[in-house]
C-alpha cells in the first residue's frame, strides 16, 4: 500500500487558541463595525485573514536570530542576507526594507512620477496604492479568463501579452517599468508560468522596458511552475527560481509570505542605476542602506527562511494543505476561485450569497457570516478592498467578489481545515435566507478595506 501524505516537519512549540460563543462574536463583531480587521485577535478561533508574517518559523530560524548582528553599519546579517539573496536571484544590489510596501515606496520613489503608466497583472493593492498616490495609473493587464473563477487553468495568473503590447505602443513615454505579481495575489493566488514572464521579458525588450518582479509569493509561484509546467519536473526549485529572476530586472519583496518571517522585506536589481536611485529614498523612508527598516536577528531568520522555501518538500507540505481545503468544499459544492492558489482559497461569494445586491457587498457580508458561524476570520478580496475610482469616485465592482481564507504557513493542521470548511458549508446552507448585507458608514479615501465602517443592513 502507497503511504500517505504527512507533513515534511514536526511540532516543537504550541500556541493555545479559544473558542468563543455565537453571542460574544455577535458583541464583538457589532463593537468591530462588521470589519474582521478590527478584531482583537483573541476574538478569534482560526485566523485566516492573511498569510502575511503570519508563519511559523523554523528551529533553524530561531536559531539564527541568536546570530543576529545589530551593527547599525555593515552588520554580519546583511551581508548573510544578501548573499542569499545573491545566490537565488542573480540580482546584485539589495535593499531591506521593514516589509514589502515600504519596498514598493522607496523603489517607486525613484520610478514612478504623475501621468505614468504602469502596467502589470492585477496589481496587488499597496502597490496599486504607491502608484495611484503618485498620480500614475496601474493598468491591469491579466488574462481575462482569470475572471472567470470557475475554469480551470494551470496559470490563471498570467499576464495577457496582447494586453501588455498594446499598453505599450500606447503609453511607451509614460511607462516606467512593468510589473509581474508572483504569484497574482489579487487574481486568487495564481501563478504565471514561465512561458509567460518570457513572453513579457520579450515585449518588453522590444520596447527597451525593464520588468519588476512582485515576489512576495516567488516560491509558491516556482512549485507550480515544477509540477504544471512542461519541462520543469526534473529541475528543482532553486533552479527555477533562478530561472524566473534571470528573465526580470529587479524584485519587490514581502518577505512576510514566502521569506517565512514575522516582518521583512527587500529590493533587489540587476541595475546599478536603479539601485542608486533607490538608496536615496531608503535612508530617510527606512534607514540606513544595510538595515533599512530590519533588526539584524531578523535579516538572519530571513536569510534562513528564504533558503528553506525554496526547499520542495516544504512547499509541497504547503501547497497541498491549502489543496486539502480546496477538495474539503468540493465536497460541499461550495464555489470558489479554481484551481486553489498556492496560499489561500478564494471563495465567489457573488455565486453564493446570490440574493445579497452588489451594492451591499456580498464578500463582505459572507466574511461577517463565516465569524459568526465558528470565530473564523477570513478577508473580502472584493469590492470594498477594491476602492473607488479615483477620477470618478465610484465603487468598482467591475471585478471579483471574493471571501479569501490565508492558510498561513506551518501553523494549522488538517484538522483545522476540516472545521473551516464544516463552518463555511454551514453558512453555504443557509444562503438563500441571507438577502441583506452592509453599507459603509465611513471609509478612508485609499486602502478603506484596513478602516472601513460599517453597518448592517
Ligand atoms: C503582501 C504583498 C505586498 C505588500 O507587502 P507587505 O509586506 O504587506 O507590505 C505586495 N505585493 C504582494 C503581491 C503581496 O502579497
Redesign the pocket.
Known amino acids: 500500500m502507497e503511504l500517505p501524505f504527512a507533513e515534511s516537519w514536526k511540532i516543537k512549540m504550541v500556541e493555545p487558541i479559544r473558542k468563543s460563543t455565537r453571542e460574544e462574536r455577535e458583541q464583538w463583531i457589532r463593537e468591530a463595525h462588521y470589519n474582521v480587521f478590527q478584531l482583537r485577535s483573541e476574538q478569534v478561533y482560526i485566523d485566516c485573514i492573511t498569510d502575511?508574517g503570519t508563519g511559523a518559523m523554523s528551529d533553524r530560524q530561531w536559531a539564527a536570530m541568536m546570530l543576529g548582528d545589530e551593527s547599525y553599519a555593515g552588520a554580519k546579517s546583511f551581508f548573510h542576507l544578501k548573499e542569499v539573496i545573491n545566490r537565488l536571484t542573480g540580482f546584485e544590489y539589495v535593499i531591506p526594507t521593514h516589509?514589502?510596501?515600504?519596498a514598493e515606496n522607496v523603489l517607486f520613489s525613484h520610478l514612478v512620477k504623475e501621468g505614468d503608466v504602469v502596467p502589470g497583472n492585477s496589481h496587488?493593492d499597496?502597490?496599486k496604492g504607491h502608484i495611484e498616490s503618485r498620480k500614475a495609473t496601474a493598468l491591469d493587464c491579466t488574462i481575462d479568463e482569470a475572471k472567470d473563477t470557475q475554469l480551470e487553468l494551470p496559470f490563471k495568473g498570467n499576464v495577457d501579452p496582447a494586453k501588455l503590447e498594446k499598453a505599450l505602443a500606447e503609453h511607451a513615454e509614460n511607462i516606467p517599468f512593468i510589473i509581474v505579481?508572483i504569484t497574482n495575489?489579487t487574481a486568487g493566488g495564481q501563478p504565471v508560468s514561465m512561458q509567460n514572464l518570457r513572453e513579457v521579458r520579450a515585449i518588453a525588450d522590444r520596447y527597451g522596458k525593464r520588468v519588476v518582479l512582485?515576489s512576495?509569493r516567488f516560491a509558491e509561484n516556482a512549485y507550480f511552475i515544477k509540477t504544471r509546467e512542461e519541462g520543469y519536473s526534473d529541475r528543482s526549485i532553486k533552479e527555477i527560481v533562478a530561472e524566473m529572476f534571470s528573465l526580470a530586472d529587479g524584485m519587490t519583496m514581502?518577505a512576510?509570505?514566502d521569506g517565512i518571517v514575522n516582518m521583512g522585506?527587500f529590493i533587489a536589481t540587476r541595475h546599478e542605476d536603479w539601485y542608486e536611485g533607490a538608496k536615496r529614498f531608503c535612508i530617510p523612508f527606512e534607514g540606513y542602506l544595510t538595515y533599512g527598516g530590519m533588526n539584524g536577528r531578523d535579516m538572519e531568520a530571513l536569510a534562513v527562511g528564504l533558503d528553506e522555501n525554496t526547499e520542495f518538500d516544504n512547499l509541497d507540505t504547503r501547497i497541498r494543505q491549502v489543496q486539502y481545503l480546496a477538495a474539503r468544499l468540493d465536497e460541499f459544492g461550495i464555489p470558489y476561485q479554481r484551481p486553489a492558489g498556492g496560499h489561500a482559497i478564494f471563495v465567489d461569494a457573488s455565486k453564493i450569497l446570490t440574493n445579497v445586491p452588489k451594492e451591499e457587498f456580498p464578500a463582505q457580508t459572507l466574511t461577517i457570516e463565516l465569524y459568526l458561524e465558528a470565530g473564523i476570520r477570513g478577508c473580502e478580496i472584493g469590492y470594498i478592498l477594491a476602492d473607488r475610482d479615483p477620477v470618478t469616485r465610484e465603487n468598482r465592482f467591475g471585478g471579483l467578489d471574493l471571501l479569501r481564507l490565508c492558510v498561513p504557513r506551518r501553523v494549522y493542521t488538517n484538522n483545522h481545515m476540516d472545521v473551516i470548511a464544516v463552518a463555511l458549508k454551514n453558512v453555504f446552507d443557509r444562503r438563500e435566507e441571507i438577502t441583506r448585507g452592509v453599507r459603509i458608514a465611513w471609509e478612508a479615501e485609499l486602502m478603506r478595506h484596513f478602516t472601513v465602517k460599517l453597518e448592517r443592513l
Open positions: 502575511s516589509q514589502g510596501r515600504a496587488f499597496t502597490t505579481t495575489n512582485d512576495a514581502s512576510k509570505k522585506g
